[in-house]
């Protein structure tokens, strides 16, 4: 017979990269190691899949109806608040598009304006999550669950995923202990955070001030860990260039460039990805395009020649729109970051991957056809990526000239902005010490140990 658990956890997975980020890292090993029972709570349609990869002894899958919260009014109005309310750079260019581009003058006059005047106010702050709170679109959803396992801990992956919003609801209606991890780096500065955990775990000291300036919580109870799934990054490709370029059919003797598409979420018309892939094609080298797991991307495989090559990662869903990430995916982009020789991106976290690297970076920021300011990728001036370019560690092409000239220059000297990019790790990962999942574990074993809630 096992022995009894000594503590129960729930443990959410809502988000394509969570498997990626907590899952398939070492803190469920030191965690269930420790006689701790986790229960992962998932989508149901996705609950064989996380059964195959991550079950195990003392490792319970739960799937629940998903994404429903917002489908009632209350739910998608606190929802669509959380979304306009911060003071940051970042919501001010994405309501201007809305008014600019998009044209929805009556929700950008009635509905953020007054947000944006009101979400100044601290006091305004709280009520709006009182309100929330009290009038959830499903209350003691989980009830069932917590009856079930009687968790001594909540732990919310993803905390402004609408899931993770109302576990930490309905766990404080039972008064149960929570805990929250931010996913990602520009969270903090595109949503309010409408349900705050006791306490809150970040990747690094940027986003542990901007959780104390813009969502109000006591700086005692964020704790700075690092990024668990670079851990793993910084033990470097897992098999040998001639091995890796055989894998993907490509010729070694050529260099190698990385393409991370800005993908078709980012802006109205997404003619940029196909050109930018065409030019990259006319050069004598190998580009490799990675498409993101969890976004689309216009481009028509078939229109490139065969010094292009392609690379799909992730576990989809017929008809959800929706994937996964396996080890396998992350081992891939792994190999795929050590033997690139420069790295074109979009505005994403690849930059800080490549920079984890030491791979030059050039951001695209080029266009096919004429466009509006707003019409182009607009990220570039929201706050996360602000704090990336101030680095001097990335260059960003206007035209396909300064294109070809920043990859040339890179290809001649790949330690040029060297120093920005061990800034960007340096702000962006807190420690590159291979210790990020032991600090989040650690975090969990004492949170559980506490005896009362941090007010």
Known sequence: MHPQPAKTIF????????????????????????????VILVPDYKKEFFEKNFSGPNIIIEGIEAYGFSKSFIGLFFKRLSRVILDTDTVRIRMKYKLVVERKFIYYFLFFVPAKILGKSKTVISLIRFLDYKLRSKPGYFLDLFNRYHPDLIVATDVNNENDVALLQDAKAKKMPTAAIVRSWDNLTNFLMRSTPDWLVVANEIMKSQVITYHGLRAENVLVTGMPHYDRYIRGATMSRKEFFDSIDADQRKKLILYVPVADYRVKENDIDSYIIRLLSSLDVNTLVRFPPAATVAVDKTQFPENVIFDEPGVRF???????????????????????????????????????????????????????????????????????????????????????????LYFKNPSLDADGRRRITREQCYKLDGRSSERVTNHILRFLSENEIIA
Request: proline share 3%.
């Open 11 to 38: 443990l959410t997975s809502f988000h394509v990269l969570i498997s990626r980020n907590i899952l398939s890292t070492p803190i469920l090993k030191m965690l269930t190691d420790k006689g701790v029972q986790i």
């Open 318 to 408: 017929g008809g959800k729109g929706d994937s996964e990430m396996t080890k396998e995916d992350d081992d891939g982009l792994i190999n795929i970051l050590s033997y690139s020789d420069v790295v074109v991106s979009g505005p994403g976290t690849m930059n800080i991957d490549a920079a984890i690297f030491d791979k030059p970076i050039v951001l695209v920021n080029l266009y096919p056809t004429q466009r509006i300011q707003l019409e182009g990728i607009k990220e570039y001036g929201y706050t996360h990526i602000q704090n990336i370019l101030k680095t001097g560690g990335i260059r960003m092409a206007t035209n396909k000239e300064e294109l070809f000239d920043f990859i040339n």
